[in-house]
């Protein structure tokens, strides 16, 4: 039995209180509670139909940098984009995001019934008025044509970002990117394809779910924080810094943008 997102936040509410929603009537508890826990763990299903974007010459765009080394310290340190497709009864759709690496936030996105440069130009239009300081970021991709376009290596190398490409159809040199495709599949859209009868209808529902993704929805990367807070917590402890530098002193630096704002705090006395 699935239940649907609206349901799923529910429970997801109810969890972080520590409860299990009621058992629904004609159904047994340990199946229910067993079903719940499946459907939250967000297993992503393999696609009927995946979008191939791959035109030209391997490795002579980009080297690729990132090497399935997704570690990262801070945000903004290493972000990765892709495209993926939807099947609907009215045609196809196409969604174009930005996560970065370190929070799993969805940094911008797109949705469109054409995978254009468009959409790509919007992606990073969205990206860049959010976090206009990017210098020495590292931004990662496959090998699709659009990553591949001097439009897009050009706003890079203008925001001083770092570009990196995954080998030729490897999926798991981008896989932290297919993983939220998998989770944005298996929680919106695999079974449910019925209810989005319209482009806008499923704009509208992808939308919903972005903001609940990086607002609301708790992983275990972050802390069991959503991904927005988990950013906040520590771009917190970037900013805030306390240094002992002798014992009559203790100097409080405080990052502001690309300053540092230095001022002394007199060391109490008993």
């Not at 210098?135 to 990662?140: D, E, S």
């Not at 209810?195 to 972005?210: G, L």
Request: overall charge positive; aromatic content about 14%; glycine content about 6%.
């Amino acid at each position: 039995m699935k239940y649907s997102y609206e349901y799923k936040k529910q429970c997801v509410g109810l969890y972080r209180q520590g409860k299990w929603p009621e058992t629904p009537v004609g159904v047994k508890q340990k199946n229910f509670h067993k079903t719940i826990i499946n459907q939250l763990a967000l297993f992503g299903k393999r696609p009927k139909e995946k979008y191939h974007s791959y035109k030209g010459d391997v490795g002579k765009v980009a080297d690729n940098i990132i090497n399935r080394d997704f570690n990262t310290k801070k945000p903004l340190q290493k972000w990765t984009t892709d495209v993926s497709q939807f099947n609907l009864s009215w045609g196809k759709c196409y969604i174009s995001p930005i996560l970065d690496m370190n929070t799993n936030e969805i940094v911008s996105y797109n949705l469109s019934t054409s995978p254009n440069m468009e959409q790509i130009k919007d992606m990073l239009n969205k990206a860049f008025k959010r976090f206009p300081s990017t210098q020495g970021l590292i931004m990662h991709s496959d090998q699709g044509w659009q990553y591949q376009h001097a439009f897009y290596r050009n706003e890079l190398q203008k925001h001083g970002i770092i570009q990196s490409m995954s080998r030729k159809g490897n999926c798991y040199d981008n896989c932290i990117m297919e993983t939220f495709f998998g989770r944005l599949k298996n929680e919106i859209f695999d079974g449910f394809e019925k209810d989005y009868p319209s482009f806008q209808t499923f704009s509208k529902a992808v939308a919903e779910y972005i903001d609940y993704y990086n607002n609301s929805r708790i992983q275990a990367k972050t802390k069991w924080m959503p991904p927005s807070k988990f950013r906040e917590a520590s771009m917190m402890k970037t900013h805030f810094l306390i240094l002992n530098l002798c014992p009559e002193n203790r100097v409080h630096i405080r990052l502001c943008g690309s300053f540092l704002i230095k001022f002394a705090l007199p060391l109490r006395r008993a």
